[in-house]
C-alpha cells in the first residue's frame, strides 16, 4: 500500500488559519485519508501473512518553513509519521511493515500550481539544501520501490528523508 495522495494543504500561518474550513480539511486530507486506507488494506494485509504500507509525510514534520506559513501541513505529516511508527508496531506480528517517506520540495504540476517550485520561493529552498536542485519524482520513487521490494523486509517503522540534505544542514 503507497499513501501518496492527498489534498492541497491549506498553507498558512497559525494566526490567519481558520479552523473548519482550513485547518480540518487538511487533517481530513493529510491525515484521515491515510487511516482510512489502512484501515481498509488491514484485513487483506493479514489474510496474506503481511506486506508493505508506504506512507508519505514531509521533511516539514520535523521543520519548519521560513517560507510558507504551513502550520497544518507541518502538523499532519507529523501525525503520519507518528503514526506510521504505531502501525509498524501493531503490524509487525503479521508481517505487515509500514515505512514513512519525507520528501523535501518536488518539482510537481502541484508544486509548480502552488508556486513554490520555481521562482522566489524555490530560490530560498535552494539555499537551504546540501544537493543544489530541487528533487524530481523519480528520486522519490525509488526510495517508495525499495521499501516496497523484499530487499527491504527487515526496515519497519522507519521514516526516509528524500530531501536534498535540507535536514542534514
Known amino acids: 500500500l503507497v499513501n501518496a495522495a492527498a489534498i492541497a494543504p491549506h498553507m498558512k500561518p497559525v494566526a490567519?488559519?481558520?479552523?473548519?474550513?482550513?485547518?480540518?480539511?487538511?487533517?481530513?486530507?493529510?491525515?484521515?485519508?491515510?487511516?482510512?486506507?489502512?484501515?481498509?488494506?488491514?484485513?487483506?494485509?493479514?489474510?496474506?501473512g503481511g506486506g508493505s504500507i508506504i506512507n508519505f509525510a514531509s521533511v516539514n514534520a520535523s521543520r519548519g518553513s521560513v517560507n510558507t506559513g504551513m502550520v497544518a501541513h507541518c502538523a499532519g505529516k507529523a501525525a503520519v509519521m507518528a503514526m506510521s511508527r504505531q502501525i509498524a508496531i501493531e503490524g509487525g506480528p503479521h508481517?505487515?511493515?509500514?515505512?514513512?517517506?519525507?520528501?523535501?520540495?518536488?518539482?510537481?504540476?502541484?508544486?509548480?500550481?502552488?508556486?513554490?517550485?520555481?521562482?522566489?520561493?524555490?530560490?530560498?529552498?535552494?539555499?537551504?539544501?546540501?544537493?543544489?536542485?530541487l528533487g524530481v519524482p523519480d528520486d522519490i520513487a525509488f526510495c517508495a520501490v525499495y521499501l516496497a521490494s523484499d530487499e527491504s523486509t527487515w526496515v519497519t517503522g522507519s521514516t526516509f528523508p528524500v530531501d536534498g540534505g535540507v535536514l542534514a544542514a
Open 95 to 133: 508481517g505487515i511493515r509500514c515505512n514513512t517517506i519525507a520528501p523535501g520540495m518536488v518539482q510537481t504540476a502541484a508544486t509548480a500550481a502552488a508556486g513554490t517550485s520555481s521562482g522566489a520561493v524555490a530560490e530560498k529552498i535552494l539555499q537551504r539544501l546540501v544537493i543544489k536542485r
Open 16 to 48: 490567519d488559519m481558520d479552523y473548519a474550513s482550513e485547518w480540518t480539511p487538511t487533517m481530513v486530507g493529510e491525515v484521515d485519508l491515510v487511516f482510512l486506507a489502512v484501515k481498509a488494506a488491514w484485513p487483506w494485509m493479514t489474510a496474506r
